[in-house]
């Protein structure tokens, strides 16, 4: 019989490999990953510093316990070359392994800045626990910071560092933190949160180059000419699903692998989930809606092939930004027309999205109003239902 073969071992990779041995501990499952293939929760990772955790800390269980507790083959440090759909194949190096149904559960990529400068090659991506491992072994103990991106991303490590006693310095284009997912009300108060931390914030401009300083420490440029010194450079300015592979593959992509609500690709015997894959025109990189496909995936891929596969659901799944030095749910609102209207001040903000009916389409919540979640959770809607 061949093999389920799962692509990744991150929380995607062996969360859906989990659910499947919960409806069947016969089928056969390899799980191939490009790294040591430890099982850890990648969340954990920004907030590590500060509660005193190292790298090897994280670690819930090594390859090896995982291939013991999934009764499944694990290879890591392998690389997959090509998939051959037709053939039901996929290629590593000279190996050729075939599968009964593939799994891409390979997640995203971090966005590389095009910076210039003598150093930005030695600027620290953080995507994975063995690039954290390389960056807590360069971070020394009284190393002053600077982040690049003041997202989800930035700011919790942001928030992590300045609590672990470092000095931090965040540059973000953008004129808030978390732009992307709170409106500036609500970014100011994660910023005045922060700043009053020790956090300096360089928003509104670009870091465009990295340069090793005549003292031994780097000089980051930004696109009005000021210049933040730092002893190690952090980007954290986003992911991107990782999509190559998969189209040169022949497969549909879009922002990610374009899969249906069965998690199924354009090929009948792939599927794919987790921060790779867009599901039903929607992509959502977050930890809540990859536990809903892996649970949804697991038991259709336990199924026989006469078995009505299962939908993912999305309900309300807010977002939780663990910069607890000023606590933020987010919700943000479909694509659809509305304003924001603002309670609260300071650390404590309310932000409701409202469309001309005044109906709730999202939500930002701040410091102590974090603890109001529960209300606006019954009031918003569905992302999928």
């Not at 990744?8 to 859906?16: E, F, K």
């Not at 009764?71 to 690389?79: H, K, L």
């Not at 005045?192 to 509104?204: F, I, M, R, S, Y």
Request: aromatic share 6%; hydrophobic share 40%.
């Amino acid at each position: 019989m061949d093999p389920i073969i799962i692509i990744g071992t991150g929380l995607a990779g062996y969360s859906v490999a989990r659910e499947l041995r919960k409806h069947d501990t016969e089928k056969p499952i390899v799980l191939i990953t490009r790294d040591d293939g430890a099982n850890y929760y990648k969340p954990d990772i920004s907030e590590a510093k500060a509660k005193d955790n190292a790298p090897d800390d994280l670690v819930q269980k090594t390859a090896e316990e995982m291939a013991d507790m999934l009764d499944a083959t694990v290879r890591t440090y392998e690389q997959v070359d090509t998939i051959q759909p037709e053939a039901h194949q996929i290629q590593l190096g000279e190996e050729t392994l075939t599968y009964d149904k593939l799994v891409l559960a390979w997640g995203a990529d971090t966005i590389t800045l095009n910076l210039g400068g003598d150093a930005a090659e030695d600027v620290h991506k953080i995507n994975s626990l063995l690039e954290y491992r390389t960056f807590r072994s360069n971070l020394d103990s009284d190393a002053e910071v600077a982040v690049l991106g003041a997202g989800l991303i930035g700011c919790e490590f942001a928030n992590d560092l300045i609590q672990s006693g470092h000095e931090v310095s965040v540059a973000d284009p953008s004129e808030w933190p978390l732009a992307q997912l709170i409106p500036k009300e609500a970014g100011k108060a994660v910023k005045k949160a922060l700043a009053e931390a020790g956090v300096e914030w360089h928003l509104g401009h670009a870091a465009t180059g990295i340069m090793h300083g005549d003292n031994g420490r780097y000089q980051v440029e930004l696109d009005n000419d000021d210049i933040i010194e730092a002893d190690i450079v952090l980007s954290a300015v986003g992911l991107k699903a990782g999509i190559e592979l998969a189209e040169k593959a022949g497969l549909a992509v879009d922002k990610g692998i374009k899969v249906d609500r069965t998690l199924q690709t354009s090929n009948a015997d792939i599927y794919a989930l987790g921060d790779c894959a867009e599901v039903d025109g929607i992509w959502r990189p977050y930890v809540a809606p990859l536990m809903q496909c892996a649970r949804t995936l697991g038991k259709t891929l336990a199924g026989g092939d006469d078995d009505a596969p299962g939908k993912v659901k999305y309900p309300t799944l807010p977002i939780m930004v663990k910069t607890h030095l000023c606590p933020v749910i987010a919700y943000p609102p479909a694509d659809r027309s509305g304003e924001w209207t603002i309670e609260g001040d300071d650390r404590s903000v309310e932000a409701s999205y409202l469309d001309d009916e005044g109906n709730l389409l999202g939500f930002a919540l701040t410091g102590e109003a974090t603890k109001k979640r529960k209300d606006y959770l019954k009031n918003a809607p569905a992302i999928m239902d």
